[in-house]
């Protein structure tokens, strides 16, 4: 256990301390924010801990892995293209498939870096919920488009899914809404039927 003035922290509060100052990256201050910890002492954990070296360590091995796999990329398509072997094909595919699922993840962090900088909003009623999931698909759209390179067929097809959602609760919150003459629109579209 660490202590603090006296206060006792269960070791999970400093790994995972540690763990987003060295692997998220994030400045003492967003730490002590997320753990509720003071910047003192997570400082005193960090000189204790070595977590700037390790800090540096995992930039760098981080660095090293995604230059290393582009490389190996670029090897096994020029590979491809001159044997148009089955077996290097699947190499191929199964890199690609990796980087593809690394891109994801790596836009899944920026999302979520993104909504923990922003406050969240309460959600009370069925209309509150359907303005936040389309706040937050026009977020993640927004996000795609800055990034175009980025862009694969899933997220566009999760994009578009999301917005089909958000346009079937906004007609069903829009249905059973009065709209000001008096009858529900529900019941005017059934009158209207009747009389054709």
């Known amino acids: ?12 509060t400093v ?36 977590w700037r070296d390790k800090r540096e ?11 290393d796999t582009i490389m190996a990329r670029s090897v096994m398509l ?13 190499a191929v595919s199964a890199l690609e498939s990796l980087a593809m699922k690394q891109a994801e993840a790596a836009r899944a962090q ?3 870096s993104a909504a923990t900088r922003n406050e969240l909003r309460p959600i009370r009623t069925k209309e509150d919920a359907v303005a936040a999931l389309e706040e937050a698909v026009e977020l993640k759209l927004n996000s795609m488009l800055q990034s175009p390179q980025d862009l694969d067929f899933k997220a566009v097809q ?16 829009t249905k059973g809404k009065d709209d000001g ?3 529900r629109g529900t019941n005017i579209e059934a009158m209207l039927d009747a009389l054709r």
């Open 78 to 90: 020029k590979k491809l293209i001159v044997s148009q072997d089955a077996q290097t094909g699947f």
């Open 110 to 112: 920026k999302l979520m």
């Open 15 to 50: 790994w995972h301390a540690q763990e987003l100052y060295c692997v998220a990256r994030l400045t003492f201050d967003q730490v002590a924010e997320e753990t509720d910890v003071a910047v003192s002492t997570l400082k005193r954990w960090s000189a204790t801990y070595a």
């Open 181 to 183: 003459r008096g009858v």
């Open 57 to 67: 360590k995992l930039a760098q091995a981080e660095a090293d892995l995604q230059a």
């Open 158 to 173: 999760d994009v578009r899914k999301a917005m089909e959602l958000v346009a079937e609760m906004k007609a069903v919150e």
């Open 1 to 12: 256990m660490a202590l603090d003035a006296g206060r006792e922290y269960p070791p999970e």
